[in-house]
């Protein structure tokens, strides 16, 4: 019954696809663009395009990650270092990352730390500000109860702070995931020669237009796959918490 749940609204999808695609030009059928994937991405596109676009995207990600738990850490502990760096951490989440993408390509050239440092720029601050909200929220009962016995240092941070934090941090690593993904395609489309954007421009370009669709269907692919596994991980750092909430209920 539950696979039924979850086949039931993507079937449908590819029903209503089926019965509009080859309308026009531009809006190719499901079976019309299921050759095109597999002509294209199953052949070296995927060791030339796909899989370093996806190796960008990890690094920018796992920077992004280390650069905002680490940052977000001292800052949600400090009240005044927080008041300190608010009004500068506002001004730069305002600006909206492709915007800084040609400031980017002056600093960083055109090459891979380019792609990488967009997605940085843009998955850094839902990490870093919901670390600072998650660690603001620690229960104040739970933080002298660590004074009373003495839990200090590193001890503090990693079963404290950290675990108590968690919650939140992880919110902020799940909203990072599909901001880097799009933040991933948008640096390739720029001075690029390769990569998934890059690819699916081209093909635009080209009029191949099964080709870029097919390309389009492999980034929610790539999505949905990196969100299950997102969840996979998330269930085993958040046992503690998901385990308690059902104590709760």
């Not at 992004?64 to 977000?72: C, D, N, P, R, T």
């Not at 800084?100 to 792609?115: C, E, R, Y």
């Not at 968690?166 to 720029?190: H, N, Y």
Request: hydrophobic share 55%.
């Amino acid at each position: 019954m539950k696979v039924i749940r979850v086949l039931a609204l993507p079937a449908l999808l590819v029903l209503v696809w089926w019965a509009v695609g080859g309308a026009t030009f531009y809006l190719p059928g499901p079976a019309a663009v299921g050759r095109a994937f597999a002509g294209t991405w199953f052949s070296e596109r995927l060791t030339e395009d796909v899989l370093p676009s996806v190796g960008r995207l990890l690094a920018g990600y796992a920077v992004a990650g280390l650069l905002g738990v680490g940052l977000g850490v001292p800052i949600g502990l400090s009240r005044r270092l927080r008041a300190t760096l608010e009004p500068v951490l506002e001004f730069f989440r305002a600006i909206p990352p492709p915007v800084l993408v040609p400031l980017i390509m002056l600093l960083a050239g055109i090459d891979t730390p380019m792609k990488v440092l967009v997605i940085v720029s843009g998955c850094l601050w839902p990490i870093l500000l919901n670390t600072v909200e998650g660690v603001r929220a620690l229960d104040e009962v739970l933080a002298d109860t660590c004074r009373m016995y003495g839990v200090r240092g590193a001890s503090r941070m990693r079963r404290f702070v950290l675990r108590g934090a968690s919650p939140q941090i992880m919110t902020g690593l799940r909203q990072a995931l599909s901001i880097g993904i799009i933040l991933m395609v948008i640096s390739e489309m720029f001075a690029s020669s390769s990569g998934l954007g890059f690819t699916i421009v081209l093909f635009q370009r080209q009029f191949q237009i099964a080709e870029m669709w097919s390309g389009i269907l492999l980034l929610g692919l790539l999505g949905l796959g990196l969100s299950a596994l997102f969840r996979v991980v998330e269930r085993r750092v958040l046992a503690w918490y998901h385990g308690s909430g059902a104590a709760r209920a």
